[in-house]
Structures are given as C-alpha cells and as structure tokens.
C-alpha cells in the first residue's frame, strides 16, 4: 500500500511535516524549484527597480528587447527536456548524454543566432544596432552562453539536485545587480544587456567543474545497474516530438516579447517587457512540480499515478495564493519602478498571474506526457499554445492596451487547460506503459 503522505499534503503544524515533505525527492526538487522561482522573482523585481532608475526608458526596452531575443535563441536551442527525461535512467552514459546535448544545443544556437542576425530588418528598431559586427559577435556569444546555463538546471534537476538551481541563480542574481550600477555610467547603452550575460558566461566554468567532476561521477556510482535502461530506440523516438514542444514551449515565452517589441516603441516596450518578464517569473513557478514529476516519474516510473496526484494537490496548494498575491500587489509592486510602469504595466501583470494556474495544469500533464513518451502529444499541444497566441496577437493586438496580451494568453491556456483535464485526472490513477525494447545505453 502507498504511503497516504504522498498522496496528500499535510498540515505545516504536524510534527515533522517539514522532515516528511523533504524526505520525498519529489518535493525536495520541486521545493527547491520553487525557491528558485520565489528568489529570482525578488531579485528581478530588485533589478528591473534599479534599472528604471538607472536607464532611460528607451534603453531599457532596447535591452530588454535584445535580451528576450538571446533567451529566445539560447532556450528554443537547448535540450533540456532530454536531460531531465533520461538522466534519471543513465549512469554509464550519463557524461556522454550531457556533452551530447551540450554540444548540439550550442551548435543551433549559433545557427539560430546567426539567422536571427541575418534577418535583422525584420524585427524593427529595437535590434537595429546588432549590425554592428561587434554588438552581432556578443548576440552570437551571449545566445551559446545562455544554451548553455539553462542546459546546466536540466543536468541539476535530473540529477536529483535541483537545490543547487536556487544557489546558482541567486549568485548570479546578485552578480547581475552589482553589474546594472556599476555599468550604468560607461555603458548607458547596453548595460542592461552586459550585467545580464557577462555573469553567465564567467560562472558557467565553476558549475561544469562541479557537474562533471562531482555530481555526474556520484550519479554514475548510486544509479550503476539501477532500473530499466533507456534503449537507442526509445530515446531517438522521444528526441522528435518532444523537441518540437519544447521549441514550441520556448518561443511562447521569449518569441512573443519580441514579435511585440517588433511592433511597438522602444519606450512602450519598456513597460509591456517589465510586467511580462515578472509574469514568466510566476510560469518558472508553474514549470517546477511538472519538472520535478518527469524525474521522479523516471526513477520509478510504477508510482506515476501517485506522484501525479501528489503534485496536483501540492500545485493547487502553492499556485493559488500566490496569484491572489501578485493580483492585489500588482500596482503598488510596479510603483517602485516608477507610475508609468505601474499604470501601463500592472493591469497585463494581473491577467497574466490568472494564466499560471491554467499553464501549471497543462505543465503537469505534460510532465506525465514526458514519462509516458508521448512526445507527438506534447508538441501537438505546444503548438496549439503557441501559435493560438500568436495569431491573436498579430490579429488583436494595440500598442495603446498591454492588457489585450494578457487576456490572449489566459484565454488560449483556459481553453488548453479545459482539454487537457480528463487525461490528467486518468494519469492520477492509469498505470505507465513499459519501456520499448531495443538496445540498453546505461
């Protein structure tokens, strides 16, 4: 019989309810996730603060805008649904798995780079000074770094150390303040940008060290011989679909801003990109027990059902207050960046707040998606999200409403959400299919 403490969570009273949560891997990565989330939140808020004191309106949209622009490139570039999916099944291979998608995540994202340069007419005044070969060679540099930093959270979540995400990026948070001071004076420019990248690239050596000379090594050891293997078959029949949705996954949350900034002025896009950069900040939220579900899933794939329904009711349970959080706090929060900010800004920040506790539904389901390798589902209904937005905006949208933004994002997940529902409740209780047959990589 299952543990009934998994399957529900309990009272933060109880003797021991802090020692019994954690001691479930499940919600020891997931909680750490969600540490990252609630941290980086802060430290944004704290950032893009000093940035609007620091910058003009102008720069700020024209940096953010070229920052959207790398994430969009690094992120629809890296392979991290692969790493979370078949670490946890590695050991052997786990170094080669890694270095694989090291390597190919790098590698498109300098295509992808380069393509993005080579169409720069396309995307309006906001991009116009990457021309400049100097400012296109830091674009290209910047794209492969960030492949990179966000490929490093997919090897620490599938390894079982999500915890270190939260060290990691609160080290950089704070680098990044620092670096938006300290820049403002002999960059005005580009010092957004700059405070942004340059402590991605310096910290991505000390964590490779860390990675593989400690935690791939440890992983290779504990997990030798350990469960089913993934097979050649079942990975290369994963690869496809699920890298479709991921890519789709990606372009929702960085290709969007800059389809708007494309259409917008640099000044407007300033506060349309403020409020929209602290909604995706929720969506990290609503991404953690979807990814943590996949890792675990993984490593016993027999108590899908339950972790399912664990992470369902612990989703529902974190989620909801802090939406009605954000909602009532919106406009006092963006006062601190100035009136324009919170005037302009914080009705699209409410609305998207709405849309995370639809995406956090849709994010779990297709973390069962991922387990189950139904990968042409996943990017089926990646697509659905992405292109659903992105038409309504290109058909909707008013540089003079921010807002009509959000009311598009939250109707296309309700909708997605609604769809989606009956097959998350039978993944609560169905049992996870048997991996294909085929040749053992571990």
Known sequence: MSDPGILAPQPPGQPGWLRRELSNPLFRNAYALVANGGLTGLLGLAYWALGAKFYAPDDVGRNWAVIQAI?????????????????????????????????????AAALLALAFLATLDVWGPSFQHLSNWKAAAWFLAMAVAWNLWNQQEGVFTGLRHAGWVPIVNV???????????????AFPDDGVTLSWF??????????????????????SRENFGRGPRPTYGEIGRYVGGAYVGGAFQYASISLIPVVVAAHISETANAYFQMAYALGMMLDLLALTLSMSLTV???????????????????????????????????????????HEYSEKGAPLLQILALAVLPKALIELYIGVLRVENRTRLIALLQAIRF????????????????????????????????????????????????????????
């Open 198 to 219: 340059v402590p991605v690239t310096v910290a991505l050596i000390p964590v490779s060290l860390l990675i593989f000379g400690r935690m791939i090594p440890a992983h």
């Open 296 to 338: 675990e899933g993984s490593f016993e794939r027999e108590k899908l059902a339950e972790s399912t329904r664990a992470a369902l009711r612990r989703t529902l349970m974190l989620m909801t207050p802090i939406v009605v959080i954000v909602i009532v706090a919106a406009p006092f929060a963006l006062e601190f960046f100035g």
């Open 71 to 107: 994430m969009f490139v690094g992120s629809v570039t890296m392979l991290n649904f692969l790493l979370i999916r078949f670490i946890p099944q590695t050991a052997r291979s786990t170094r080669s798995l890694v270095l694989v998608c090291y390597g190919t995540g790098t590698a």
């Open 171 to 185: 080290v950089f948070g704070a680098t990044k303040l620092v670096m938006l001071v300290a820049l403002a004076a």
């Open 387 to 442: 292109v659903g937005v992105l038409a309504l905006i290109l058909a909707l949208f008013d540089s003079a409403h921010l807002a009509t933004i959000g009311l598009i994002i939250v109707g296309v997940n309700v909708v997605v959400a609604a769809a989606i529902l009956p097959g998350l409740l039978r993944a609560a209780k169905a049992k996870p299919s048997l991996a294909p047959e085929g040749r053992d990589i571990s």
